[in-house]
Every structure is written in structure tokens, then in C-alpha cells.
């Protein structure tokens, strides 16, 4: 009998997964990657190794582009305590893995939810609620918490035993933590750590995208970089912290995009996207002075298209203008 199991990197998914190992359930974990995640893509191969290496299983990446952007657009169940539409988020996980039961041979989805963990997203009408709508009525096991739920088809069935699950419930940690030793699980990260939508400043530059429409798959890359500024509606302008961002950055330029750097000193790299108009230039240079490492008080400004470059010398933005363009 194979499973899919939802592998977030925290702990309670990787207990669902042991416990479904040691239940003799073959599993295929399933990781999601929304475009506000902490770890890069980078990163992928080194997760898929050290998942075979601490819970000996195979590791899938799935990544979700518009289609989650659309939930933070329109989340048919609402957000949590920052932007974050988790219901709107796991029925979204729940039906891209019911998707790929068929062809991965797998008979039902496993995920590492406890009922009553956290707010909202886990009371136990939503965990019903959830599966319904993601069309996975009583094909989602919830090992930490089965017994403490009404049985399901893999109980029902046998798939599995009862006596391999586990009857968690609330938000206390101390049976997940005991679980962990059993299990010889001494590293993992924090629950909901991993999502820049539950902090509350990288969602005021979300909150602007949304504001000015601009939430779109080449905007998001931008928000996890360097200090933003919202210059007029059209138009926003991104400034590089240091080097590895100034780099970061201008790799993400897109050829309609404006960039501007200091000539000859060290300082931003600042990429603009939108409509510039005289003004907005004016002030994006002056943003671009007030970050260079200089003592004059003009700083000559580089101001890039793609197929002219022109110079613009003026002093730094002070701190009163700077504040109210930054997002
Ligand atoms: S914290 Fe983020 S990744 Fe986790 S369920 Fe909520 S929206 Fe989805």
C-alpha cells in the first residue's frame, strides 16, 4: 500500500512519515513550494538527500506559482493573522496531491496536521472542510491525531492499523517532542517557520503589489530583496542591501526595467519597474545618493534602459521623503 505524504520540513510531518514507515506504508513525501518560502530552489536537491538519509523515503518538489498568488488575491477562506490563507493554501496542497495519486500508484494522502494545533486552519470542521473541497473525503490520514478523529477508510479498510496511530490533539508540543526521541528525530524546523507570509513586515510589500496589482510570479522574486519604495502608482523601485543582493537583483532585470547605480562609488544597485516620468527619476536617483558610500554631497547616478544610459548628479533624498516611499 503506498501513500502520499505532505512534507513540510517541520517536525509533525516528518512523525507522519515515520509512523506511516513503520506502519509498512510505502511513501512518497510530497513537498510544496509556494513562492514565499524561506529555503531557495537551491536547496532542493540537498532536502531530497537528507529526507532519503533521516526518514528513508523519497522526495518529490512541487512548485506553485499563480495558482497560489490567486489565493492571496482572493482567498475564498479568508487570511490568518498576517496574509497567510492557510485553508485556501492546504485545499490547494490536498488537491495537487489527490491529482497525483493515480499516477504515483497511491491509495491516499497522509499529513502531519494535529487537531486543534493551530488556530483556525486545524480546528477539527476544517480539517472536514478542507478535504471536502479538496475532494479527499476520508482519504487523508492524520496519523498524529487519528484516533482522536472518527476512523477513516485506511482504518477501515486495514491499510493500516490502529495501534500504529496516535491520538495528538492541541497545541501543547510535548507528545510530538517524545514521539521525535522515539523516533531518533534531533533535527527540524520550527512550525509555520518556513512561510514569509505569517511575518508581518514582508507583507507590507505584498499588501503593495496587492494594492497596485501587481502581485504577479516576476514581482514576488523581488520582495525577498534589498529595501523597497513605492515612487508613484506604477511605479516601484528595489535597492539593493550589498553586494550579493546588487547581484541578485540585476539578475532579475527584466529588459523594460530601468536600473540605476552610482558611477564610479560604492553603492546600490536599484532596479525600477513601471512607468518613470521625470519626476520619479529624479527621486529614484536621489534614493540611489542617499545609500552610496561618499562624503560629497552630489553623487553622480547611472540611469540604465536597455538601450541608452544617462547621467543624473544630485544630492541624497533625506530621511523625511526616503520614509514615506518606503514600503
Ligand atoms: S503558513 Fe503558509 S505555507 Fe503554511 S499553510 Fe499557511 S499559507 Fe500555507
Same mark, same amino acid.
Given at each position: ?128 472542510? /478542507?478535504?471536502?473541497? @479538496?475532494?479527499? +473525503? !476520508?482519504? &487523508? #490520514?492524520? *496519523? ?104 541578485? /537583483?540585476?539578475?532579475? @532585470?527584466?529588459? +523594460? !526595467?530601468? &536600473? #540605476?547605480? *552610482? ?23 536621489q534614493?540611489?545618493a542617499r545609500?552610496t558610500?561618499?562624503?560629497?554631497s552630489?553623487v ?14 544630485c544630492p541624497a533624498l533625506e ?9
Amino acid at each position: 500500500m503506498k501513500a502520499l505524504s505532505l512534507f513540510s520540513g517541520g517536525l509533525d510531518s516528518m512523525l507522519a512519515i515515520k509512523i506511516m514507515v513503520a506502519a509498512g506504508i510505502d511513501v512518497l513525501a510530497i513537498h510544496f513550494v509556494t513562492p514565499f518560502a524561506r529555503f531557495s530552489a537551491c536547496d532542493e536537491a540537498a532536502l531530497i538527500e537528507k529526507v532519503k538519509e533521516r526518514l528513508g523515503v523519497p522526495l518529490k518538489v512541487i512548485h506553485l506559482g499563480d495558482e497560489f498568488l490567486e489565493i492571496i488575491r482572493n482567498p475564498k477562506f479568508g487570511y490568518g493573522k498576517n496574509l497567510n490563507p492557510c485553508i485556501d493554501c492546504k485545499i490547494l496542497m490536498f488537491s495537487r496531491a489527490k491529482a497525483l495519486l493515480e499516477g504515483e500508484g497511491a491509495s491516499f494522502v497522509v499529513s502531519g496536521e494535529v487537531v486543534g494545533q493551530r488556530p483556525k486552519s486545524q480546528f477539527r470542521e476544517t480539517l472536514r472542510q /478542507i478535504e471536502k473541497q @479538496a475532494g479527499l +473525503e !476520508d482519504l &487523508i #490520514l492524520r *496519523p498524529l491525531c487519528a484516533t482522536a478523529l472518527p476512523p477513516t477508510i485506511h482504518e477501515m479498510k486495514g491499510w493500516v492499523k490502529k495501534e500504529s496511530l496516535y491520538g495528538i490533539n492541541g497545541r501543547g508540543r510535548k507528545a510530538q517532542l517524545a514521539l521525535a526521541k522515539t523516533f531518533c528525530l534531533t533535527e527540524y524546523s520550527q512550525p509555520g517557520g518556513g512561510c514569509l507570509l505569517t511575518v508581518s513586515s514582508f507583507c507590507t510589500r505584498i499588501e503593495d503589489l496587492l494594492k497596485h496589482q501587481e502581485l504577479t510570479c516576476e514581482n514576488v522574486p523581488l520582495l525577498h530583496l534589498g529595501r523597497h519604495f513605492r515612487l508613484n502608482p506604477d511605479f516601484k523601485l528595489v535597492v539593493g542591501k550589498d553586494a550579493t543582493q546588487n547581484e541578485k /537583483i540585476l539578475a532579475l @532585470a527584466k529588459p +523594460e !526595467d530601468v &536600473i #540605476l547605480e *552610482p558611477k564610479d562609488l560604492p553603492g546600490p544597485t536599484a532596479l525600477g519597474r513601471g512607468r518613470l516620468d521625470e519626476e520619479t527619476k529624479k527621486i529614484a536617483a536621489q534614493i540611489v545618493a542617499r545609500y552610496t558610500v561618499t562624503d560629497s554631497s552630489l553623487v553622480a547616478v547611472t540611469v540604465k534602459y536597455a538601450h541608452q544610459t544617462e547621467e543624473i548628479i544630485c544630492p541624497a533624498l533625506e530621511e523625511p521623503a526616503l520614509k514615506s516611499f518606503m514600503r
